[in-house]
């Protein structure tokens, strides 16, 4: 009897899922539950005549209602048909870490959805590929802590970079030095998550990934870049600011998808002259200054040098010249010497 059930419906051969459990896998990969108390309980493998939905507590959302036992040789005998022998690759991550995972290969015996068998073997090529690029969709880039790259503090500092350059001069590539025409990759690329995982094979090193050896998110993100245009990458998108001092200050850029301006924080006494705001992007975006006091506490900002001189400042330097002693505060900023250190030291 079970078996002739088992050949009709083999979609309906069912496996145990665990010792003493009433709960069964069916090889069609539906999960079903024998009704408690049943005499099928134990069972290892049934031939399911009826399953049906159920919304009763404590159950998988699935009851067996009309099975019989069926020996382990009929199973396979009905089901020979869905017998898959395959090679799957999975990515495992670096125990919870971002990057630090690899992909890993199994050659899985299955009847339908049922495992019968999983051997680890060693897993390469398109396979290894395509489960690196899945795994990237389902866990992220890794830019924020968790996900499959590993980003250093210059590959984010890179991505942050770009991501300016993309949100203020689009797709095009005009810049100082460059011309118009806009490379096959259709110019400065966007590099937000759900592009850059779009075109991980562009970019990322799918075998390095797959077998665990070291990748570089930013060497990754220049092959992206149009050329001869990308030489002018930093002229449109610097790291650093100079300032009158002549310290060279690094630019805090915004997040992908943040809509801010890059903040340059700078000690005020080292703006003295300065009356012309920073611009990058070719000119079309002002950066926001943060001036700060000599402890390094933001006085004011803004991108307005020339009117914070005019306006603002004569309040800041009634309210911090006490407070402040051995640091210069002049009535005229703009004719004044820009100094690092103190007035004493003369620096």
């Known amino acids: 009897?079970?078996?002739?059930?088992?050949?009709?419906?083999?979609?309906?051969?069912?496996?145990?899922?665990?010792?003493?459990?009433?709960?069964?896998?069916?090889?069609?990969?539906?999960?079903?539950?024998?009704?408690?108390?049943?005499?099928?309980?134990?069972?290892?493998?049934?031939?399911?005549?009826?399953?049906?939905?159920?919304?009763?507590?404590?159950?998988?959302?699935?009851?067996?209602?009309?099975?019989?036992?069926?020996?382990?040789?009929?199973?396979?005998?009905?089901?020979?048909?869905?017998?898959?022998?395959?090679?799957?690759?999975?990515?495992?991550?670096?125990?919870?870490?971002?990057g630090g995972g690899k992909v890993q290969g199994r050659l899985v015996h299955r009847l339908g959805a049922i495992e019968l068998s999983s051997t680890p073997i060693t897993v390469g090529g398109q396979a290894a590929r395509d489960a690196v690029v899945a795994a990237l969709h389902e866990h992220g880039l890794g830019v924020d802590g968790h996900g499959v790259l590993t980003w250093s503090a210059s590959a984010d500092m890179l991505r942050r970079r770009l991501g300016v350059l993309h949100r203020v001069m689009g797709a095009g590539v005009m810049g100082a030095g460059a011309d118009n025409a806009g490379s096959a990759g259709g110019g400065w690329p966007d590099v937000g998550e759900v592009a850059l995982i779009d075109r991980a094979r562009e970019w990322i090193d799918l075998d390095a990934v797959a077998a665990g050896r070291p990748f570089s998110p930013a060497a990754g993100l220049r092959a992206l870049l149009p050329?001869?245009?990308?030489?002018?990458?930093?002229?449109?998108?610097?790291?650093?600011?100079?300032?009158?001092?002549?310290?060279?200050?690094?630019?805090?850029?915004?997040?992908?998808?943040?809509?801010?301006?890059?903040?340059?924080?700078v000690k005020l006494q080292e703006c003295f002259g300065w009356t012309t705001t920073p611009v990058i992007c070719d000119g079309r975006l002002p950066v926001l200054?943060?001036?700060?006091?000599?402890?390094?506490?933001?006085?004011?900002?803004?991108?307005?040098?020339?009117?914070f001189w005019a306006n603002v400042y004569p309040q800041v330097r009634a309210e911090n010249r006490g407070r402040y002693i051995k640091h210069p505060w002049p009535e005229d900023p703009l004719t004044a010497t820009p100094m690092r250190g103190t007035t004493r030291s003369g620096r």
């Open 227 to 265: 050329w001869p245009q990308a030489s002018h990458l930093d002229d449109l998108v610097p790291e650093t600011i100079e300032v009158p001092t002549g310290s060279h200050i690094r630019l805090a850029y915004p997040e992908v998808g943040d809509d801010s301006p890059p903040v340059l924080a």
């Open 289 to 307: 200054l943060h001036l700060l006091s000599p402890a390094r506490r933001p006085l004011a900002v803004t991108d307005d040098l020339a009117s």
């Open 1 to 98: 009897m079970a078996l002739v059930v088992a050949l009709a419906r083999p979609q309906n051969v069912a496996r145990q899922r665990g010792a003493g459990s009433r709960n069964y896998l069916l090889a069609s990969g539906t999960a079903a539950d024998l009704p408690v108390g049943s005499p099928l309980t134990g069972a290892q493998w049934l031939a399911v005549a009826d399953v049906s939905r159920t919304t009763r507590r404590g159950q998988s959302g699935a009851v067996i209602r009309s099975a019989a036992p069926l020996a382990p040789e009929h199973a396979m005998q009905a089901a020979q048909g869905l017998e898959v022998t395959e090679e799957i690759a999975t990515w495992q991550d670096g125990a919870g870490r971002s």
